[in-house]
């Protein structure tokens, strides 16, 4: 299913290679095998210099560059790279059941359904409804009306109110009489005039909270199928595989009839991965959730529980990440052993911890770097950024290449959209306003307006791009001169002022909708920095996992390092760009600035060796196979044994993965672990990432 889609958006399948192309420093070219594979080795390079690298968004340093590292392949499968989001209270979220299982009412004979009619018919019939509410249905439809309503109800017919009602107020008073009156089995619908369609309900449509309360009562006479009294929100587990959060949402909102904004859920997750998360959903029961999971496909629903509150962006503590990294192989030259590698490489992560750089998914695949395109949005060079966004590319989607080639020939909006992917939003969001102003206008080509045209999340997501690129580029500085030592005018977060009052900084919020790797990024409360004193250095009172540096903006604090802020102002001027001057008219393109931690540590990083035969041999088990392998052994039925742990036993073989396991905060990218660990280009035609169709 994944690979077609990527097919259908003309984009590459993602089994990404790590390492392959190794690195300068383990490479020997004096030996023939080994000048082969850089022979190999500079090919892949030329066939990628159009893409963006980990250099030209500032990614340039490690923390432990002595050690050496690996190659391999990562998300050759989707099910090698799982996610499990840990919610506010530290737990990992794990798929823990498949929803309840309904009970089925006993099926009726015909003719048992049809003495059932009869009867209720003949109840009906005597029915009369309460005076005090009949005096209240005269008043606001009149006796005429109502004698028909009761007709309605008495004979199974139908009517219409020969009065019409404006105000909404009063047609909700008047449903709540008419449902009151009748035991809500009438169903009065507005008509376009106004006036009230009223007939009999079907049997289900309406049932009263204390009926529905007895009606879903488990077999402890506990309401709602056992999961407690109703309350404003449903929280529930989603798993899914191979699947975007935000396309789940709108599935969901889909089959349940609800507007998607009503899904909430804490964090974005990665598509082509297995992943776990908590959402939440308002206005619907658990019975119409639960009912989901026989038409969803790659994702299932359980875990429900009744809350009070829902679920808003940044409501977790971070993600666990299991991780299988195939077709491992050292760089030539290199003489230590792989286990070897893996343990010092992951005790220097666990007591060091890795540069927080935002990954090269935060700059985009083609190769136009979304940071550019930010920089030229800062400079409000609006032309200019809408050739940009335009541009013929080579690493672009090929089905949008047609379009680029025709706008950047003839600069015909109109004969450029035609030919341009629905798929690409911005291309398309400006296209159109293009089209629109040469309809509409004689005037001038207003580039700012369209640019405007683009989604929110989507134009602002070049700003942040920058912002992201000249934080890379300090922090690689800052480690170069500083090392893991904490120097004073280094920032820390001001505990006194971490939940100062003010806007909330959501510039981490935005992710591109093109992200395998999305991250989880927290809507924080606003906070303020402030150096650290050369006594507090002497003092040993803060380390390095304490120092956040800024991305530029005009409400925050830069360094009081003076050699640290002097860089800010010598990355920004070479794109004609001042850091303290970040205020745009344009108030997307007006930029508050956030801070972000220099340094971070993993918890619980673990690794495994193992070996495989094929390459579609699957090596970790997912939260579904060991639900259902539990189920299976607890019920007496088939089971398989090696499903019910995270990882099968190493059954041997000529191919070697490692199984990597950690923990993250939020927004850290568990590719900037593995590049720490492997020692390689994270760029996505680069070492790291080297597609492969």
């Given at each position: ?116 009619e009869k009867e209720e018919l003949e109840k009906r019939k005597l029915f009369k409804v309460d005076e005090q509410l009949r005096a209240q249905l005269v008043e606001v439809l009149g006796e005429t009306d109502v004698a028909k309503i009761e007709d309605v109800y008495q004979n199974v017919t139908k009517m ?534």
């Open positions: 299913m994944a690979e077609l889609e990527d097919k259908k958006r003309g984009r590459e399948l993602p089994a990404e290679r790590i390492g392959e192309s190794g690195s300068a420093e383990h490479a020997n070219e004096e030996h023939h095998d080994k000048k082969t594979k850089v022979d190999h080795v500079n090919q892949s390079r030329a066939e990628a210099s159009d893409g963006i690298k980990e250099c030209d968004v500032g990614i340039t340093k490690f923390i432990s560059s002595e050690l050496p590292g690996f190659a391999g392949q990562i998300k050759q499968r989707y099910t090698d790279f799982m996610v499990n989001e840990i919610d506010n209270q530290g737990l990992v979220v794990h798929l823990t059941d498949k929803g309840f299982k309904m009970p089925k009412a006993p099926k009726k004979s015909k003719e048992e359904e049809q003495e059932e219409e109110t020969s009065k019409k009602f404006e105000d909404k107020a009063e047609r909700t008073k008047v449903h709540q009489l008419l449902r009151a009156a009748f035991n809500n089995q009438l169903e009065s619908v507005t008509s376009p005039e106004n006036t009230f369609h009223v007939a009999l309900a079907n049997r289900r449509s309406r049932v009263s909270k204390k009926d529905l309360a007895e009606r879903t009562k488990d077999a402890n006479g506990v309401e709602n199928w056992g999961y407690g009294p109703s309350l404003n929100f449903v929280h529930f587990t989603t798993y899914k595989e191979n699947k975007d959060t935000m396309d789940v949402a709108n599935v969901l909102a889909r089959y349940l009839r609800v507007p998607t904004r009503l899904i909430r859920y804490a964090g974005t997750k990665d598509r082509r991965a297995i992943t776990c998360q908590r959402m939440s959903i308002s206005k619907i029961s658990v019975e119409r959730l639960n009912a989901l999971n026989r038409v969803l496909k790659g994702v299932v629903l359980g875990g429900f529980k009744y809350e009070n509150e829902s679920l808003s962006l940044g409501d977790l503590r971070g993600n666990e990440f299991t991780i299988a990294i195939r077709d491992v192989k050292l760089f030539q030259g290199s003489s230590v052993s792989l286990e070897s590698i893996l343990e010092e490489g992951c005790a220097s992560i666990r007591e060091n911890g890795f540069i927080n750089y935002f990954g090269m998914q935060r700059f985009g695949t083609f190769s136009v770097s979304t940071h550019e395109v930010g920089k030229w949005i800062l400079l409000e060079d609006w032309e200019k950024t809408t050739n940009l966004i335009l541009a013929e590319q080579e690493n672009v989607l090929p089905i949008s290449k047609e379009a680029r080639k025709i706008w950047a020939e003839t600069k015909d909006a109109e004969a450029a959209l035609k030919k341009m992917p629905r798929q690409c939003v911005a291309e398309n969001a400006i296209l159109n306003a293009l089209v629109d102003q040469s309809i509409s206008e004689s005037s001038p080509v207003d580039y700012f307006q369209a640019i405007n045209k683009i989604p929110r999340n989507l134009r602002t997501m070049y700003g942040h791009a920058y912002q992201s690129y000249v934080w890379n580029a300090i922090a690689s500085k800052r480690i170069e001169l500083f090392g893991l030592n904490i120097v004073a005018g280094d920032l820390v977060l001001d505990e006194g002022n971490e939940k100062t009052a003010g806007a909330t900084k959501a510039e981490d919020g935005e992710t591109d909708e093109e992200d395998d790797f999305a991250e989880d990024l927290r809507t924080a409360q606003f906070v303020r920095a402030r150096p650290v004193t050369q006594e507090e250095v002497d003092s040993g009172k803060f380390s390095i996992e304490d120092v956040v540096l800024p991305t530029p903006g005009f409400d925050i604090v830069y360094p009081g390092n003076e050699t640290l802020r002097q860089l800010y102002i010598e990355v920004m001027s070479k794109d004609g760009l001042d850091p303290f001057d970040m205020r745009r008219k344009a108030r997307d393109f007006s930029l508050a600035g956030s801070y972000r931690n220099v340094i971070h540590k993993p918890e619980n990083l673990e690794f495994k060796v193992l070996h495989y035969t094929s390459p579609t041999q699957q090596l970790i088990n997912t939260d579904f196979e060991i639900l259902n392998n539990q189920i299976g052994k607890e019920n007496g039925q088939r089971f398989m044994k090696d499903k019910l742990k995270r990882f099968p036993d190493d059954k041997g073989g000529e191919s070697t993965a490692v199984i990597l396991t950690f923990k993250l905060g939020v927004s850290a990218y568990a590719t900037m672990l593995l590049r720490e660990l492997m020692k390689v280009e994270t760029s996505r035609r680069g070492d790291m990432c080297d597609v492969k169709a």
